[in-house]
């Protein structure tokens, strides 16, 4: 049984940098052919993907938050992290790491995760 738990900050200030960690249990992170993913869910919002991270390291990330995103990974602590750079109170949102199959393409790929952590609340206030 894949188990994955979110864990980070849960106050960041307005143009900083929100920092948030996934570990992951019972699966490793470079198995073929999983995707990590990050998705977060806005206060009375749908449910966003962010970006992902890939078995073998590649990462694609959403056009609308590429230019603030990056998802890393430490294989040897079986993690994979999220940075969201210059963050407002539109970012405020659940935060949940997930785990999906990855996709041949990215270009019409829609996130589908077989595996979720609880979320973690992050609120982005002065």
């Known amino acids: 049984q894949v188990q994955l738990q979110e864990s980070g900050p849960g106050l960041v200030k307005p143009s900083q940098t929100l920092s948030l960690t996934c570990t992951v249990s019972?699966?490793?992170?470079?198995?073929?052919?999983?995707?990590w993913s990050w998705i977060r869910q806005p206060p009375g919002k749908g449910l966003e993907w962010m970006g992902v991270?890939?078995?073998?390291?590649?990462?694609y990330y959403s056009p609308s938050l590429k230019s603030r995103t990056s998802i890393s990974r430490d294989t040897s602590k079986n993690q994979f992290s999220l940075q969201l750079s210059s963050v407002t109170p539109e970012d405020t949102a659940v935060y949940y790491c997930a785990r999906d199959t990855a996709p041949d393409s990215y270009s019409d790929y829609v996130a589908a995760p077989d595996y979720w952590g609880q979320g973690t609340q992050v609120t982005v206030s002065s």
């Open positions: 991270i890939a078995y073998d390291g590649s990462t």
């Open positions: 019972g699966g490793s992170i470079t198995t073929s052919y999983y995707a």
